[in-house]
């Protein structure tokens, strides 16, 4: 159990395009989902948390404009990157916690901007 | 500022050797220290979870130990393969982070056959 499912796995798009990614939970309920940011031999940036039903909590330095999230229900949270430009690419992984236990991770997705 | 320290970026080794890796973080005031596995271009396969009251945890091969005190924890490979070559790392959910798992930068692992 605790499979967490990322789509698409990747992406490429033109500047000034908008990409949605979608996280999912697949056999557990997730009240809470974080959105991360990977660069090339760097280690995973907190972009954001997402709690089910509210608002989510971006951290220091992320634009809430560009990057959009939505926790619609308790299996899915989406991630759209608006006004996409080449600085955009990236790794972007997604977590669910199921019951205030561990994180389980998405297989991430690869953004490249062009 | 909370931070989370793996030194070195990578290592080699050759395959059979026991090896160990290690992270180190800033504040002792800790909930918990989860080490993951991360193939090239795939996400992360979690490897064990030290709870804080928790001093080390073992999973088949691996090993990992917890020190609040000196801020350091470590991953001890057994007789390394091919396959565990892959980037490890190292993640901190600090006391009063609401679940927030901070990462060092991680460790590339080379096994040569």
Known sequence: GAVVSQHPSW?????????????????FQATTMFWYRQFPKQSLMLMATSN??????YEQGVEKDKFLINHASLTL????????????????ICSAERQQE????????????L | KQEVTQIPAALSVPEGENLVLNCSFTDSAIYNLQWFRQDPGKGLT??????????????????????????????YI?????????????AVIFTGANS????GKGITLSVRP
């Open chain 2, 100 to 103: 927030k798992l901070t990462f």
């Open chain 1, 52 to 57: 089910e039903g509210s608002k989510a909590t």
């Open chain 1, 11 to 27: 992406v490429i798009c033109k500047s000034g395009t908008s990409v949605k990614i979608e996280c999912r939970s697949l056999d």
């Open chain 1, 77 to 92: 949270s989406t991630l759209t990157v608006t006004s996409a430009h080449p600085e955009d690419s990236s790794f972007y």
């Open chain 1, 102 to 113: 561990t994180q389980y991770f998405g297989p991430g997705t690869r953004l490249l901007v």
């Open chain 2, 46 to 75: 979690s490897l064990l979870l030290i709870q804080s009251s928790q001093r080390e945890q073992t999973s088949g091969r691996l090993n990992a130990s917890l020190d609040k005190s000196s801020g350091r924890s470590t991953l």
């Open chain 2, 78 to 90: 057994a007789a390394s393969q091919p396959g565990d070559s892959a980037t490890y790392l190292c």
